[in-house]
């Protein structure tokens, strides 16, 4: 309920039964003040024709009836007019007369409630022995008195709705402009003028805002360090880690037995894994920082043969035979090149580690079948390695896990390969479909919207 | 086919060493520079790559690629880039890099860049004719020839051939070859292709054993090593 409604219904409900209450003291004090003439009436009241009494039974016109009349009655209550032509004596008032010498009651009216009274008079005052005065509201008294109250509600209402109606506009006007200031661009203060709790209740605003702001600027802060720490620290390690593949991918091509080549081996998995950790530490913290998406157009086939070309080195260590095959157009895609680059990396990389030597990994990039209902891409990762068990499949590209049995191999780091690949699909609008391989190992699949470009000259 | 002449640009000592080192053995020529300045003080002609990394002291490597392509020349650049920011790269793609590498990187993805930029001017082979070992295929007058002698295919062998010729050394997707090759109506789907493969291989005889199969992916077709 607004407040404006609440206020019109409150207004309502304290005005209306005061109304209702003034209807009736006013209407009491009428009914006294009829009495008073009736008794008036009665007490000079004679026998003789009712010197208001009606000329005619239908007025004329426009003509008031006389409000007040005095009727004689016989003791048998019948007229006692010269021509009989009194109106019947009230019933009510006759059961009375049985036991008292004055009666009083109600009188209805078409014009409303009147009022009646009969006195039986002291004996041996013939013609009559009863007098019967009555008086009727005057004619459209009491529409006046109904259009009068009304007056009275609707002007209590208006009075109200107008003294409201500022304060009203004023709190829309706040609320106004603290959803305005919401935004993260508005950074002034709001300013409401006058002095009163609207204005206390921008000022109170604009305290917490205030705090909520420094407060979020050191988180914002924190976190712009935290980053830079991270991309510089990506920096330092990426250059002698480069170095230190270069030294052992020399090694590993003149490497002088099977012993040696083994370590070698060994080593070249070894600094693949601290590449993909850091590449993935980098892709989190960008996941994670808010960092909006660079989402823009790219070479999809590039990117995989780029991927493919980087896991070839982890693959021969690891003797794994890893293909791969892309048509021969480009396939061009909106996407952040370094997310992208990762999310298809993580794919390779988890079907090389979770293999065998003599084991395969092929990547397979298409167009999606014309039977689409959108042109797009699909990229099948598939292995034949240890696989996921059917019932950890769900689970496996949320952060922190790693399958029970067959990827708990190792400890992989932090677990985030997957859980990039599905955050970042998510951010490009690609599906990640995760299912077993027959007969064995996983096979991984995204898709999603893609152009098919003209090919280069 | 002549040495090749790369402008290697990188800071960092041991890292500049081992990728001159790695060049070199892979037979290119590299002159390698450690500053930004010393990098546009660098003639260009006569280079057929330039090796850029972006932090660089006496300047950025923007700046570098800046003065690169204002002098209007199109020596392919390959950016060096430490940096797992897409804003750097995108950077430098507008200023006129044709590529980038992240590091940490291994040599030989490296060698496949540098490769892929030098080769991509001269796509030599005319696309009528395909040669590979004892065969050679015609395209235009549907014609294969092993040593010289011609063989006899059907129209969806001869499709199949064309298509893994085409894109000789690379495996070929089942997919992509069904679509080349098969009409669905008439040839079946992925099912029949190995059927069509393994005929295709009977036919060509010592030719036949230049398509491998590629375990998930599809077919290939590789010259025999020499």
Redesign the interface.
């Known amino acids: 309920m607004t407040l404006r409604t609440r206020l019109m219904v409150t207004t309502l409900a304290v005005a209306v039964p005061l109304a209702a209450g003034l209807f009736l003291f006013a209407e009491r004090t009428r009914i006294a003040d009829m009495q008073a003439s009736i008794d008036r009436a009665l007490e000079t009241g004679s026998c003789g024709p009712g010197s208001e009494g009606p000329r005619s039974r239908v007025p004329p016109r426009g003509a008031q009836r006389a409000p007040l009349e005095v009727h004689p009655y016989t003791d048998g209550f019948v007229s006692a007019r010269p021509d009989g032509r009194g109106p019947e004596f009230p019933s009510e008032l006759r059961a009375q007369l049985a036991t008292t010498d004055r009666a009083s009651s109600a009188w209805t009216t078409p014009e409303g409630r009147g009022r009646q009274t009969a006195v039986r008079l002291s004996a041996g005052s013939a013609p009559c022995q009863i007098l019967l005065a009555r008086m009727r509201p005057r004619p459209g008294e009491l529409r006046e008195r109904m259009v009068g109250l009304g007056a009275i509600v609707f002007v209590v209402m208006l009075a109200v709705t107008i003294a409201a109606g500022p304060t009203l506009a004023r709190i829309r006007r706040l609320s106004d402009a603290v959803r305005s200031s919401t935004s993260r661009a508005q950074n002034t203060d709001i300013t409401m003028s006058g002095n009163d709790e609207v204005t206390g209740l921008a000022s109170a605003f604009n305290q917490a805002r205030r705090q909520v702001r420094t407060h979020l600027d050191e988180v914002e802060a924190r976190e712009r360090t935290l980053r830079e720490f991270v991309a510089n620290t990506t920096h330092d390690v990426a250059v002698p880690l480069t170095v230190l593949q270069t030294h052992l991918s020399a090694l590993e091509q003149t490497a002088a037995d099977d012993e040696v080549s083994a370590r070698v081996r060994d080593a070249m998995r070894e600094a693949h894994y601290m590449g993909s950790l850091l590449r993935n530490l980098s892709a989190a913290s960008r996941l994670d920082g808010g960092v909006p998406i660079d989402a823009r157009p790219l070479d999809l086939a590039a990117l995989v043969e780029r991927v493919v070309a980087r896991h070839q080195p982890l693959a021969r260590a690891s003797g794994v035979d890893l293909n791969m095959a892309i048509p021969s157009v480009p396939i061009v895609v909106h996407a952040d090149a370094t997310l992208a680059e990762q999310a298809v990396g993580n794919l390779v990389d988890n079907a090389i580690r979770y293999n065998h030597p003599g084991g395969h990994v092929a990547v397979v990039l298409d167009h999606s079948p014309p039977s689409d209902p959108v042109s797009g891409f699909v990229l099948r990762v598939s292995d034949d390695g240890v696989g996921v068990e059917a019932a950890e499949l769900p689970q496996l590209a949320t952060r922190r896990f790693r399958g029970g049995a067959a990827r708990s191999r190792r400890p992989d780091g932090q677990g985030l390969g997957l859980a990039i690949v599905s955050e970042a699909a998510t951010a490009f609008g690609w599906q990640l479909l995760l299912k077993a391989n027959t007969p064995t190992g996983l096979l991984a699949e995204l898709r999603g919207p893609s152009t098919k470009a003209p090919t280069k000259p | 086919m002549v040495t090749p002449r790369i402008l290697l640009v990188e800071d960092?000592h041991?890292?500049g060493t081992?990728?001159q080192?790695?060049l070199t053995t892979a037979g290119c020529s590299v002159i390698w520079v450690t500053r930004a300045d010393d990098a546009q003080a660098e003639p260009l002609d006569g280079l057929d790559l330039i090796l850029l990394d972006l932090?660089l002291p006496g300047g950025h490597g923007f700046d570098v690629l800046r003065h690169v392509r204002g002098q209007q020349h199109q020596v392919p650049v390959l950016v060096l880039s430490?940096?797992?920011?897409?804003?750097d790269?995108?950077r430098a793609l507008e200023l006129g890099a044709d590529d980038y590498l992240?590091?940490?990187?291994?040599?030989?993805?490296l060698l496949?860049?540098v490769r892929a930029r030098l080769r991509r001017p001269s796509l030599s082979q005319a696309p009528g004719t395909l040669t590979l070992g004892p065969m050679t295929v015609r395209v235009d007058a549907r014609l294969v020839l092993v040593d010289d002698y011609p063989v006899d295919l059907t129209r969806v062998e001869f499709d199949l051939l064309v298509a893994l010729a085409?894109?000789q050394g690379?495996?070929?997707?089942r997919?992509?070859l069904v679509t080349q090759a098969l009409d669905p109506d008439r040839d079946g789907d992925e099912r029949t292709l190995d059927v069509h493969v393994s005929r295709l291989r009977k036919k060509l005889g010592i030719a036949g054993t230049m398509v491998s199969t590629?375990?998930?992916?599809?077919y290939?077709l590789q010259e025999p090593a020499r």
């Open positions: 960092d041991a890292l081992q990728v080192q790695a932090m430490a940096r797992s920011e897409t804003t790269k995108v992240t590091k940490p990187f291994w040599p030989e993805e496949a860049r085409r894109r690379a495996a070929v997707s997919s992509s590629v375990w998930g992916v599809g290939r």
